[in-house]
Nanobody
């Protein structure tokens, strides 16, 4: 399973960005998709996760500002990020839990989100 993320960039505080992550490959089923982020000098932490059934989970600091969604037919997840703050600056990594033969974790390349004036 390959994950292709897009949508990062530079945005001013209070602005919005939308990240996309498309999963591709053959003979797999997606169980969940999401994003983690890693700021300089910090560990990689979960930002948001969505299951194939539509259940979602968010890191406390992004609740009410970020919304995760998934198009199951396209195996693509989206992270709508509103009211961005400088502390949201990080490399965002797309994640998927998928079943190929058994459940496995997959990671995409990071995409940099910079919130700065």
């Amino acid at each position: 399973v390959q994950l292709q993320a897009s949508g990062g960039g530079l945005v001013q505080p209070g602005g919005s960005l939308r990240l996309s992550c498309a999963a591709s490959g053959s003979l797999f089923s997606i169980n969940a998709m999401g994003w983690y982020r890693q700021a300089p000098g910090k560990q990689r932490d979960l930002v948001a996760l969505i299951t194939a059934g539509g259940n979602t989970r968010y890191e406390d600091s992004v609740k009410g500002r970020f919304t995760i969604s998934m198009d199951n037919a396209k195996n693509t997840a989206y992270l709508q990020m509103n009211s961005l703050k400088p502390e949201d600056t990080a490399v965002y990594y797309c994640y998927a839990e998928a079943t190929v033969v058994w459940e496995e974790d997959f990671w995409g390349r990071g995409t940099l989100v910079t919130v700065s004036s």
